[in-house]
């Protein structure tokens, strides 16, 4: 079985399908965490994320790697575990600027539908019931207004000591919004069939609660 939950960042998505993971004894795949490995690597290598050439260069000799530690999932590139790094602030946007390179889309997809292929899965992104699983069993697409979104990134990134302000915050999850939602390839859309849900008022418990209805029923 295949459950996709998409939406913008901050909606609570990674945090919603770990836990439905658990629940259900299922793997978890976070896919932006992917994205985010691949932006790391391409920065800390000098290249920068909107040089498609250079960029798809890089692809040739990437070797990504995921398994799970202490309930936490691990990505690394290149015999490099790069898990430590890939939620810091200025990884975000750079993460969604390489994803809109087709290349690197479509050379993640591949690993994506393979772990999806072989296992129960839960995977949460910007375009995994749109374009990864599309016939997946469940869809989910869960949002929130961009100022709850904001807040719960600032809180998230001052518990790892980044003490960003929430205006910068707001500003680049509002621009990342817009770069996911207007890009070519693959872009961030409520998938068909979907059930959305807008977490602005709700409990992370409530969200995996109604999900779990849908799915357990």
């Not at 997946?136 to 697409?141: L, Q």
Request: proline content about 3%; overall charge neutral.
């Amino acid at each position: 079985m295949n459950i996709t939950i998409d939406g913008p960042g901050g909606s609570g998505k990674s945090t919603v399908a770990k836990l439905i993971a658990k629940k259900l004894s299922f793997s978890y795949l976070d896919t932006g965490a992917m994205y985010r490995a691949i932006a790391y690597y391409a920065l800390k290598k000098g290249v920068s994320v909107e040089d498609e050439a250079k960029v798809i260069a890089l692809l040739e000799n990437l070797d990504m790697k995921l398994w799970e530690e202490n309930g936490i999932q691990q990505v690394s590139v290149n015999g490099e575990n790069v898990t430590p790094y890939i939620r810091e602030h200025n990884i975000s946007m750079a993460a969604s600027t390489i994803s809109k390179i087709p290349a690197v889309r479509i050379k993640l997809v591949e690993l994506q539908r393979k772990i999806a292929s072989i296992t129960d899965c839960i995977m949460d992104g910007r375009d995994c019931g749109s374009f990864v699983l599309p016939d997946a069993d469940y869809k989910f697409y869960m949002t929130a207004s961009s100022d709850v979104r904001a807040e719960r990134r600032r809180k998230e990134l001052a518990l790892k000591g980044e003490e960003i302000p929430f205006d910068e915050i707001k500003k680049d999850i509002e621009a990342r919004d817009k770069q996911d939602m207007t890009r070519k390839f693959a872009p961030l859309v409520i998938p068909e069939k979907a059930v959305v849900i807008d977490t602005s008022d709700m409990t992370i418990e409530q969200v995996v609660d109604l999900i779990c209805q849908y799915v357990c029923r």
